[in-house]
T-cell receptor
């Protein structure tokens, strides 16, 4: 069984500043993948970034980067130069190598203050 | 490709009625997943299919819920009879297991907002 914990129900940041969203997970899989999804009010699930557990290098996508600490089972998301369009629910998720579906955290509501 | 297509986008029904949610996965995808999203429980995996065969339905909450995938391009999630506590957003997602190297392993539909009165 896999579990994902997001300890911050809500985060607020000033526009143009940097914010970090926390995520810890647990899995018995040796081969797995980690994801951050963004869900704006339109409720569309948008993949922000993904990380293969076997890669030591942290994934980066433009203003979004992760801090992957495999031993600690931690997978935080850093958003640099926050923009108003970043306001959304953010979900951390883990998937085992066997494509058995994503296990999601409860989400963090990110508010961007203008 | 049009992406994963779900219908209807919104469904309002009365308690006791049968509800059928529909999903068309992306062509060529061999996995299909049904998720339910509520404020209390977040996103929960209900069931998933591989090559049209149900693999794991342990997330289906009750016998009132059933899902089928008669062919590679269509799946349904049925609730009969529906209850107010079934009110949620239901997502369908599809993917290909061999796409580990690409940036998107699962593609989500826009979801169906179900309200049972």
């Amino acid at each position: 069984a896999q579990t994902v914990t997001q300890s911050q129900p809500e985060m607020s940041v000033q526009e143009a500043e940097t914010v970090t969203l926390s995520c810890t997970y647990d899995t018995s899989e040796s081969d797995y993948y980690l994801f951050w999804y963004k869900q704006p009010p339109s409720r569309q699930m948008i993949l922000v970034i993904r990380q293969e557990a076997y890669k030591q290098q942290n994934a980066t996508e433009n203003r979004f980067s992760v801090n992957f600490q495999k031993a600690a089972k931690s997978f935080s998301l850093k958003i640099s130069d926050s923009q108003l369009g970043d306001a959304a629910m953010y979900f951390c998720a883990v998937m085992g190598g066997g494509a058995d579906g994503l296990t999601f955290g409860k989400g963090t509501h990110l508010i961007i203050q203008p | 490709d049009a992406g994963v297509i779900q219908s209807p986008r919104h469904e309002v029904t009365e308690m006791g009625q049968e509800v059928t949610l529909r999903c068309k996965p992306i062509s060529g995808h061999d996995y299909l997943f049904w998720y339910r999203q509520t404020m209390m429980r977040g996103l929960e995996l209900l069931i998933y299919f591989n090559n049209n065969v149900p693999i794991d339905d342990s997330g289906m909450p009750e016998d009132r819920f059933s899902a089928k995938m008669p062919n590679a391009s269509f799946s349904t999630l049925k609730i009969q009879p529906s209850e107010p506590r079934d009110s949620a957003v239901y997502f369908c997602a599809s993917g290909r297991e061999d796409k580990f190297t690409t940036n998107e392993k699962l593609f989500f539909g826009s979801g169906t907002q179900l309200s049972v009165l």
